[in-house]
């Protein structure tokens, strides 16, 4: 019940083009569900985050939809750059405590 | 500096040997989290410290691993009697603990190379 499923494991997306990344929970109990991007050598970051009373969130190039009944959310990275290359992990929670339960990542390649 | 500090940033040891692992958090955060980085794999949840009580060991994977917080601040994970699979990326986070913030601030980590 704890698990949060992540894919595709890896990504290569032509400069300019979508990238598309899924997640599946399983614990309806979570309330709480960021994207985190890291790069190498770094601590992940987030990036944006969601709440299950709306269905989708935008910020700039990158937009999470969320699916509630399908336990499902993803992140699309639009005109995705080459700087936008990273590892991107999604997560799930509960508010009440701060933790997260992590996917196992998507190592995103953008093109020139 | 304003971000959350671990130390050491690599270490090396030897199989058998104990090792420390340090975390610094934000100044005033009052949640602070341990997870695993493996190679290619996913943050693997070790351990949460409200204050200084830990309400969630449930990620400890064995009783080798034990971990501390003083004074509402810094946090030690200790490795005992390390083996080769303990190898691995080590994060630290913190947050301010409020119920609707829900960001971790994540610190680059201590790699850990067991021999």
């Known amino acids: 019940q704890q698990q949060v499923k992540q894919s595709p494991q890896s990504l290569i997306v032509q400069k300019g083009g979508i990238s598309i990344i899924n997640c599946a929970y399983e614990?309806?109990?979570?309330?709480?569900f960021p994207w985190y991007q890291q790069f190498p050598g770094k601590g992940p970051a987030l990036l944006i985050a969601?709440?299950?009373?709306?269905s989708e969130k935008k910020e700039g190039r990158f937009t999470i939809s969320f699916n509630k009944s399908a336990k499902q959310f993803s992140l699309h990275i639009m005109d995705s750059q080459p700087g936008d290359s990273a590892t991107y992990f999604c997560a799930a929670g509960s508010s009440n405590t701060g933790k997260l339960i992590f996917g196992q990542g998507t190592t995103l390649q953008v093109k020139p | 500096g304003a971000g959350v500090s671990q130390s050491p940033s690599n270490k090396v040891t030897e199989k058998g040997k104990d090792v420390e692992l340090r975390c610094d958090p934000i100044s005033g955060h009052t949640a602070l989290y341990w997870y695993r980085q493996s190679l290619g794999q996913g943050l693997e949840f070790l351990i949460y410290?409200?204050?200084?009580?830990?309400?969630?060991k449930s990620g400890l994977p064995s009783d080798r691993f034990s971990a501390e917080r003083t004074g509402g601040s810094v946090s030690t994970l200790t490795i005992q009697r390390t083996q080769q699979e303990d190898s691995a990326v080590y994060l630290c986070a913190s947050s301010s603990g409020g119920a609707n913030t829900g960001e971790l601030f994540f610190g680059e980590g201590s790699r850990l190379t067991v021999l």
């Open positions: 969601i709440r299950p009373d709306v």
């Open positions: 410290f409200q204050g200084n009580s830990a309400p969630d």
């Open positions: 614990n309806t109990a979570f309330d709480y």
